[in-house]
Every structure is written in structure tokens, then in C-alpha cells.
């Protein structure tokens, strides 16, 4: 009697397919209970602020804290931009009695604002040294700005007629010797924090009109300040 052959059948995965699966197990139990003890804390976090708001009544909700700063901080900009206003129309009617007109521009916007000076209200022909003048009116800028938070940005500007001296070799040197020496008054003189201001000359790259007429270049020659409310 013949023995019949067992048939040995193949498994249909390989062995190690058993310990990979209960690793996968182990790492899927252990990321649930990290998931659950981290649950339990927030609501234990929770709970305490709850518990801390009835007992003291005086936490606001997080959303409420930043809508209250917000609108403080609203506030105090409206009152500082009506103040600015005020000191404004004082340094208008100063240089009004100065009669000024037509040699100074002052505008106001919600940025801050801009005051163009005509380079013979502040300086000699090639000069860069301040006039007495110049100083009432400076002067006057500052305690417009003073305590208020802002900065000040300076800008000389020339014509297109060459300059050629020992002290300025181009128009650049002689716009940005102009801006300087209004920073260094606002600052020496009058106390303007150096971190608030900044000077730069462009020379006659900026023309406000063509300078092909003695009114057009007396118009490029300017001394532009920028005062804008500090962030």
C-alpha cells in the first residue's frame, strides 16, 4: 500500500510579516495614548482658566484682550493726529507772518506730513551753512513733532547747473550737505532723537519741473521733510 505524498503547502506571506504587523500595533497604541494624555491635559487646562475666570472675573476671552488694545491704540492715534493738526496751523500762521507764502508747502495727510522749503529760505547760493532764518523755521518744525512719535526724512534737491568746489565737487554733495545740516539742527539744537531722523541728497535727479527756465530750476532747488507717524 502506497503512502501518499503530504503536500506541503507554501505560506501565503512571509514570516516576517507577523513580528512587522505587531510593531505597527505597538506603534499605533503608544500614538493613542500619547493622543489621550494630551487630551487630558488640554481639558485640564481648560478647566483651570474656567476655574479662574468664575473665581476672579477679571480674564477676559484672549479675542476681547486684542479688540480692547486695538481700539486704546485707535484712540491715542486719533488724539495725537488732532494735536499734530493744531501744532500745524501754529507753524502755517508762523510762517504766514514770516511771509513765507509761495517759499514753503505744508500738507497734511494720513501718513503724516510733507513741508517743501525753497532753498533761499534756508541757504545761501552753493551754500549748505543754515540761515538765521532757517533756524525759526526749523525751529518751529520740531516743536510741531516733539512728543508726538515720529520720524523725519529729510531730502535735499538742486538744479541741473553744475557746482565744482573744493567743499562740493557735484550737485549730490551739495544736496546731501543741506539735508545734514537741517538733521544736525534738529537734532543738535533741538533734541530730535537721532534714531527719528535720516537725511539723503539727491542732487538734480529729481527734478519737480523742467529746469529750462530760471523759475523752473529755482523750483527744483528744494529741501523736502517728510514727517511720518512711527509705527
Do not use: C
Not at 500745524?88 to 522749503?117: N, P
Amino acid at each position: 500500500m502506497k503512502k501518499e505524498k503530504e503536500e506541503i503547502e507554501e505560506p501565503s506571506a512571509p514570516f516576517w510579516m507577523v513580528t512587522f504587523s505587531d510593531m505597527v500595533t505597538l506603534l499605533l497604541v503608544f500614538f493613542i495614548l500619547i493622543l489621550s494624555y494630551s487630551t487630558i491635559e488640554l481639558e485640564k487646562f481648560k478647566g483651570a482658566m474656567s476655574s479662574m475666570k468664575g473665581a476672579l472675573g477679571v480674564l477676559p476671552e484672549m479675542g476681547s484682550m486684542e479688540k480692547t488694545k486695538k481700539i486704546e491704540l485707535n484712540k491715542e492715534m486719533e488724539e495725537r493726529r488732532e494735536e499734530i493738526y493744531k501744532r500745524m496751523e501754529t507753524l502755517g500762521q508762523m510762517m504766514k507772518d514770516m511771509k513765507l507764502e509761495g517759499m514753503v508747502e505744508l500738507d497734511y495727510s494720513a501718513s503724516g506730513i510733507h513741508i517743501r522749503l525753497g532753498d533761499n529760505v534756508l541757504f545761501d547760493p552753493g551754500k549748505a551753512r543754515l540761515k538765521p532764518k532757517a533756524l525759526k523755521i526749523l525751529a518751529g518744525i520740531a516743536q510741531m513733532v516733539k512728543g508726538m512719535g515720529m520720524e523725519i526724512y529729510v531730502e535735499g534737491h538742486t538744479d541741473n547747473v553744475p557746482i565744482h568746489t573744493s567743499q562740493f565737487p557735484s550737485n549730490w554733495e551739495l544736496s546731501t550737505a543741506r539735508a545734514l545740516s537741517v538733521v544736525r539742527y534738529l537734532h543738535d539744537i533741538e533734541g530730535i532723537p537721532a534714531e527719528h531722523l535720516a537725511a539723503v541728497g539727491h542732487g538734480e535727479h529729481r527734478p519737480l519741473v523742467p529746469n529750462d527756465s530760471p523759475q523752473g530750476r529755482a523750483k527744483n532747488r528744494r529741501v523736502e521733510i517728510f514727517i511720518k507717524w512711527l509705527e
